[in-house]
């Protein structure tokens, strides 16, 4: 059974950082694109970043791009991301993500984790 589980996530003042986890299990993700979305309250849910398969890609949304860093572990079965320069409007339930393709530019998604509460005070 595959699962994907965040952590990281929390209360945090405007400028802070946080670095969120996402532990895959259940099968082998090196093979597959992974990212992170975010969905804020009575708003539908929004890409944040991806990587390829063999890590040597990555992508972001213009919101966060240059503060928002993703990476996956040597194992390739954890996914972070670290989050700088944080603002209110970051503020948002972060989901991991598995893509169905190797690709970064992938958006198939298969596979969801729960998700994690992050706020950001002004």
């Known amino acids: 059974q595959v699962q994907l589980v965040e952590s990281g996530g929390g209360l945090v003042q405007a400028g802070g950082s946080l670095r969120l986890s996402c532990a895959a299990s259940?099968?082998?993700?090196?093979?597959?694109?992974m990212g992170w979305f975010r969905q804020a309250p009575e708003k539908e849910r929004e890409f944040v970043a991806s990587?390829?398969?063999?890590?040597?890609?990555?992508y972001y949304a213009d919101s966060v791009k240059g503060r928002f860093t993703i990476s996956r572990g040597n194992g390739k079965n954890t996914v972070y991301l670290q989050m700088n320069s944080l603002k209110p409007e970051d503020t948002a339930v972060y989901y991991c993500a598995k893509f169905q393709e190797p690709s970064v530019l992938s958006r198939r998604v298969d596979y969801w984790g729960q998700g994690t509460q992050v706020t950001v005070s002004s």
């Open positions: 990587i390829s398969a063999n890590s040597r890609s990555t």
């Open positions: 259940g099968q082998t993700f090196w093979n597959f694109g």
